[in-house]
């Protein structure tokens, strides 16, 4: 699958609104009003039929009920909506499959979800990020490594990628990037987040390194991440596009849920030792009842009788893949270069290989 997007841009270089197309004042009010709210700025076509070029390269249509008529035929074309008041005349479904609508919305019920809607086209979303959870099977399992080699990786590949810190309690991983004096907004800074936060701005404000940006803990106080601040900081990094790789915590609390829901892969590092796959077959019990597609990262070395594939079976989940002996796993050496950047090695290779099955759609993400 192609998880790249590209900003549609008229052509004085500014993102293009969408285009309303209806001859009702109250209706155009509402939606003017709604666009105001989302930050975008729409061309209107009150009276005449759209233009042929305005109606191909709108982001997104919004058509009146009552100017169905007036853009019957015009070529078919995805995010068309057809927007009205009155849910019980039976001739608007009729209408809105006539010019090809993709969703029949009535105000004011369908506000908020217009609104969220139209703040898409304004931050320019594509495709939502591929959004990668890395947890530890016991502490110490190198799950924090693993997740910023994934980042890094990621980033030196070109692609747009953010690296969420969702343990509070783990260091931070800016210092095992060798980041903590980069400025940048932490998360006790984005603590109180409610609702919509916009994706543009919360990548600007983050700290970067070359191409990756950070979102991780300063040295204070704090260490809780409200649900909802979590819910709405992951949203917005989801809707930015690339690759998320969340560093997550072996409890599940609220927070956790709410970053649980938004992951598309989850992978579970457990070393091989019988003590080990014992803890992560409990972290494994808490993380799946929230995320469905979670899969074991085996770390060697491997004695006889526990391999990669017998780990996997033990824990009982699907095996992503082994990693074989590597000291900078488990104990990233102060003041080194951030793990993955070379490139080489095992770790490497790994992250390498897994992000090319994940983001190539394949069915399956398995070694």
């Known amino acids: 699958m192609n998880r790249s997007s590209t900003p549609d841009l008229a052509t004085d270089g500014h993102r293009r609104g969408p285009l309303i197309v209806t001859s009702d004042e109250n209706l155009l009010d509402d939606l003017l009003r709604l666009c105001a709210a989302a930050g975008t700025e729409p061309e209107v076509v009150f009276t005449a039929s759209p233009r042929v070029a305005s109606w191909d390269d709108a982001p997104l249509v919004?058509?009146?009920?009552?100017?169905?008529?007036?853009?019957?035929?015009?070529?078919?074309?995805?995010?068309?909506?057809?927007?009205?008041?009155?849910?019980?005349?039976?001739?608007?479904?009729?209408?809105?499959?006539?010019?090809?609508?993709?969703?029949?919305?009535?105000?004011?019920?369908?506000?908020?979800w217009l609104v969220?809607?139209?703040?898409?086209?304004?931050?320019?979303?594509?495709?939502?990020?591929?959004?990668?959870?890395?947890?530890?099977?016991?502490?110490?399992?190198?799950?924090?490594?693993?997740?910023c080699a994934l980042a890094v990786t990621s980033a030196r590949a070109g692609r747009r990628t953010m690296l969420v810190d969702g343990d509070p309690l783990g260091g931070g991983l800016d210092i095992l990037l060798g980041a903590e004096r980069t400025r940048g907004l932490r998360w006790p800074?984005?603590?109180?987040?409610?609702?919509?936060?916009?994706?543009?701005?919360?990548?600007?404000?983050?700290?970067?390194?070359?191409?990756?940006?950070?979102?991780?803990?300063?040295?204070?106080?704090?260490?809780?991440?409200?649900?909802?601040?979590?819910?709405?900081?992951?949203?917005?990094?989801?809707?930015?596009?690339?690759?998320?790789?969340?560093?997550?915590?072996?409890?599940?609390?609220?927070?956790?849920?709410?970053?649980?829901?938004?992951?598309?892969?989850?992978?579970?590092?457990?070393?091989?030792?019988?003590?080990?796959?014992?803890?992560?077959?409990?972290?494994?019990?808490?993380?799946?009842?929230?995320?469905?597609?979670?899969?074991?990262?085996?770390?060697?070395?491997?004695?006889?009788?526990?391999?990669?594939?017998?780990?996997?079976?033990?824990?009982g989940l699907p095996l992503a893949g082994a990693l074989p002996p590597e000291p900078a796993l488990a104990d990233p050496p102060p003041g080194g270069a951030p793990p993955g950047s070379s490139g080489r090695g095992p770790l490497a290779r790994f992250c390498t290989a897994f992000l090319e099955r994940a983001l190539s759609g394949a069915g399956s993400v398995a070694a």
């Open 62 to 112: 919004l058509v009146g009920t009552e100017s169905s008529e007036r853009v019957r035929g015009a070529p078919r074309r995805k995010d068309v909506l057809f927007v009205g008041r009155d849910l019980e005349d039976a001739e608007v479904w009729r209408q809105a499959v006539g010019i090809g609508a993709d969703h029949v919305l009535m105000l004011p019920d369908a506000e908020t």
């Open 116 to 147: 969220d809607r139209l703040a898409d086209v304004a931050e320019g979303v594509g495709e939502p990020a591929l959004t990668i959870g890395v947890a530890g099977g016991r502490g110490g399992a190198g799950a924090s490594t693993l997740a």
């Open 189 to 315: 800074d984005l603590a109180d987040s409610r609702g919509r936060v916009n994706s543009g701005a919360l990548e600007e404000s983050l700290p970067r390194l070359e191409a990756l940006s950070v979102l991780s803990w300063d040295r204070g106080d704090c260490l809780r991440i409200p649900p909802q601040a979590m819910r709405s900081v992951l949203g917005a990094a989801r809707r930015r596009g690339g690759v998320v790789v969340v560093d997550l915590p072996r409890r599940v609390d609220e927070a956790v849920a709410e970053a649980l829901a938004q992951v598309d892969v989850g992978l579970l590092v457990v070393p091989a030792e019988l003590r080990a796959v014992a803890a992560a077959g409990r972290a494994a019990g808490a993380i799946t009842m929230v995320l469905k597609d979670l899969r074991v990262v085996a770390r060697g070395p491997f004695a006889a009788g526990l391999d990669d594939q017998e780990i996997a079976r033990l824990v």
